[in-house]
């Protein structure tokens, strides 16, 4: 027992130290482990792909399942090292992260707007979105700024903080497979309405509780950027469950409540439009709103942190509390199981 409470704590510190690098360094330059996930993912799908649904649940199953099983033995190899284990941690936690790298862009695209740059700017949205820059203008182009920054402040920091905080390990490299699976098959389209939905599902299982921690943590961090916690709760009690997704909606109308501005409209995704329900009161936003989405979510980003942390020290001290239990249990059932002999 107190090897697993030591390796509980070793998660515990792996995951601070893989904030840390996420904060300083964002995400890794080259050799990604996410790109190298989504080269092995191609090649499941090349060998499942069938325009069904049960194939695409084959494919989720055996493309998520397998790291997860690595992990799984990682986990269990480092359980007495301790060491090695906050170091594989570290590791793992900084490859699920991405909140540096999404505010980073959302600074990039403030810039470009800044400087009355449209051309720079509508290049620089295909890293934050999929939608069609071609005919947004600086209102539009900060709109799909402001709402990509609050729907992957979960994405990209909460959710895997959440996961790695209940599963260690496992549960960094789970989410970030069934994140990146939804990105590659997830979306509608003619080759994956059928074979992506099982990736979709499993994405918005995963997301249920981090989106609408993201958006609590939105809410509280308000005062942050000059909002209102009454008002964003408001706006996200009302609005939340008005987005057709069933986690997005959480977030940006956390965010949207908090900065005091309107999100939603007409999506324009090459070619096909998304008429999306208004969240929020305020104007449309501005450039300058983009960085107070920024700061929001570094907020959101830091409390999600704190919170895994502790979450895995306290599972750590439960542990030990649970031990002390069972061994007073065992000596008193002894010493009067000895008395009856007697």
């Known amino acids: 027992m107190t090897s697993r409470r030591a390796a509980r704590r070793a998660d515990a510190l792996g995951m601070l130290a893989g904030v840390a690098l996420d904060a300083a360094?964002?995400?890794?330059?080259?050799?990604?482990?996410?790109?190298?996930?989504?080269?092995?993912?191609?090649?499941?799908?090349?060998?499942?792909?069938?325009?069904?649904?049960?194939?695409?649940?084959?494919f989720t199953a055996l493309a998520v399942?397998?790291?997860?099983?690595?992990?799984?033995?990682?986990?269990?190899?480092?359980?007495?090292?301790?060491?090695?284990?906050?170091?594989?941690?570290?590791?793992?936690?900084?490859?699920?992260?991405?909140?540096?790298?999404?505010?980073?862009?959302?600074?990039?695209m403030a810039g470009a707007l800044e400087r009355g740059d449209l051309a720079a700017a509508r290049a620089r949205l295909s890293h934050l979105c999929g939608r069609d820059p071609s005919a947004l203008d600086e209102p539009g182009l900060a709109r799909a700024t402001v709402e990509s920054i609050a729907e992957n402040s979960a994405d990209a920091e909460v959710a895997p903080l959440v996961w790695g905080a209940l599963?260690?390990?496992?549960?960094?490299?789970?989410?970030?497979?069934?994140?990146?699976?939804?990105?590659?098959?997830?979306?509608?389209?003619?080759?994956?309405?059928?074979?992506?939905?099982?990736?979709?599902?499993?994405?918005?299982?995963?997301?249920?509780?981090?989106?609408?921690?993201?958006?609590?943590?939105?809410?509280?961090?308000?005062?942050?950027?000059?909002?209102?916690?009454?008002?964003?709760?408001a706006v996200w009690r009302r609005d939340g469950d008005a987005h057709p997704s069933p986690n997005s909606g959480q977030c940006e109308s956390a965010f949207a409540g908090a900065l005091g501005v309107r999100l939603g409209g007409t999506n324009i995704y090459f070619g096909r439009a998304e008429t999306r329900p208004t969240l929020g009161d305020g104007p449309g936003p501005?450039?300058?709103?983009?960085?107070?989405?920024?700061?929001?979510?570094?907020?959101?980003?830091l409390s999600a942190a704190v919170l895994a942390v502790l979450t895995r020290l306290t599972a750590s001290a439960r542990l030990g509390r649970r031990k002390g239990t069972f061994l007073t249990v065992s000596v008193e059932e002894g010493a009067l199981l000895d008395g009856q002999r007697g």
């Open 25 to 58: 360094f964002g995400d890794p330059r080259r050799l990604h482990p996410v790109a190298g996930f989504g080269n092995f993912a191609k090649v499941v799908e090349r060998y499942t792909y069938a325009d069904s649904r049960r194939a695409g649940a084959a």
């Open 286 to 301: 501005r450039t300058r709103d983009i960085r107070r989405a920024a700061t929001l979510s570094a907020a959101v980003g």
């Open 167 to 233: 599963a260690g390990l496992p549960g960094l490299v789970g989410y970030r497979a069934v994140n990146t699976l939804d990105a590659m098959v997830g979306h509608r389209s003619p080759r994956y309405a059928r074979f992506g939905t099982a990736s979709a599902r499993l994405d918005d299982a995963a997301n249920l509780v981090p989106s609408r921690l993201t958006a609590a943590l939105a809410t509280v961090s308000a005062p942050l950027v000059s909002g209102s916690p009454a008002r964003a709760a």
């Open 65 to 108: 399942g397998v790291p997860v099983a690595a992990a799984v033995l990682a986990q269990r190899a480092t359980r007495g090292r301790p060491v090695l284990r906050t170091a594989l941690v570290a590791a793992g936690t900084w490859a699920a992260l991405g909140g540096r790298s999404l505010r980073r862009e959302g600074g990039l």
